[in-house]
């Protein structure tokens, strides 16, 4: 199974809204809304910000929001915050019932 | 609260077989899903393998030929063997719960492989 794509690097200013996307297949994102979103800061663990394409867990800033489009799946934060620099990691469930994750996007906040 | 912790060696030499097991504190494991992921230095995360209670197992297709996960519920535990470990190995490695999403992780714990 191949990696889902996601860009290198994004930035933005603090205040700015970014979005990150997460590029699948119909056997991936596409074919089911099983698509997650993690956060991970250098040295520590993921957090999970978004499950099931766009619902939050309990704690999640309400910044963080998810969509999906076809084989794409989105990540939008708004009103960026310099906390918010971290890498992020899209993850699909598939048509094997595997996982799969993207190969991660690192967030800059100008 | 939800807690789970990675355990074993830090340094296994290639070849040989990587065993880490993962004890979950705060909920049974009689219930939901199980995985283990990596994350080699620099690198980002790979899925490796996820089992229900039950015993329903899946596998990373590029990783199933070595590896196997198992659970004993009645130490609220699960395991990961990973055999004939290369330096491709090296990783962070962490147990997970799926539940929405993969929801609560452990802290990981590097495993390195080198003679």
């Known amino acids: 199974q191949s990696a889902l794509t996601q860009p290198a690097s994004v930035s933005g200013s603090p205040g700015q809204s970014i979005t990150i996307s997460c590029t699948g297949t119909s056997n991936d994102v596409g074919g089911y809304n099983y698509v997650s979103w993690y956060q991970q800061y250098p040295g520590k663990a993921p957090k999970l910000m978004i499950f099931d394409v766009s619902k939050r867990p309990s704690g999640v800033s309400d910044r963080f929001s998810g969509s999906k489009s076809g084989n794409t799946a989105s990540l939008t934060i708004s009103g960026l915050q310099a906390e918010d620099e971290a890498d992020y990691y899209c993850?699909?469930?598939?048509?094997?019932?595997?996982?799969?994750f993207g190969g991660g996007t690192k967030l800059t906040a100008l | 609260q939800v807690q789970l912790q990675e355990s074993g060696p830090g340094l296994v030499k290639p070849s040989e077989t990587l065993s880490l097991t993962c004890t979950v504190s705060g909920v049974s494991i009689r219930s939901n899903y199980w995985s283990w992921l990596r994350q080699p230095p620099g690198k980002g995360l790979e899925w490796i393998t996820y089992?229900?209670?039950?015993?329903?197992?899946n596998y990373n297709p590029s990783l199933k030929s070595r590896v196997t996960i198992s659970i004993d519920t009645s130490k609220n535990q699960f395991s990961l063997k990973l055999t004939s470990v290369t330096a491709a190995d090296t990783a962070v490695y962490y147990c997970a719960r799926i539940y929405s999403g993969i929801d609560h992780w452990g802290q990981g714990t590097l495993v390195t492989v080198s003679s």
């Open positions: 993850a699909s469930h598939t048509s094997s019932s595997t996982v799969i």
């Open positions: 089992i229900s209670y039950s015993g329903n197992t």
